[in-house]
């Protein structure tokens, strides 16, 4: 079963996915889905080259986007400076 988004959570998820230090567990947490159904929604809505690109990065040692990989010092998913996100809802000043 494929869970549909609007435009809004598919940009949102699209840049979770992308940054190096957001893990797929963050991306469960906030959107319910599992780290497969992120790389299919990032082949579907993806440009084949960029998908290409995305997993080759994800796969990379540069990426801590699966948390077992990442160093245990690290342990929150999102920026000092910001405010707390519950559930992609981001509080502004």
């Known amino acids: 079963m494929v ?6 959570q598919t940009d949102r998820i699209i840049e979770m996915a992308w940054e190096d230090r957001t893990p797929f567990e963050a991306i469960a947490f906030q959107f319910g889905i599992s780290e497969s159904e992120v790389i299919e929604l990032m ?31 690290i342990d929150r ?14 509080s502004k000043r």
């Open 77 to 90: 998913f999102k920026c000092t400076r910001q405010r707390t996100i519950s559930h992609n809802k981001i």
């Open 3 to 8: 869970k549909e988004f609007n435009v809004i």
């Open 43 to 73: 082949r579907r809505e993806l440009k084949p080259s960029s998908f290409r690109l995305w997993r080759k990065r994800v796969n990379s040692g540069v990426s801590q986007k699966h948390l077992m990989k990442r160093n245990p010092e």
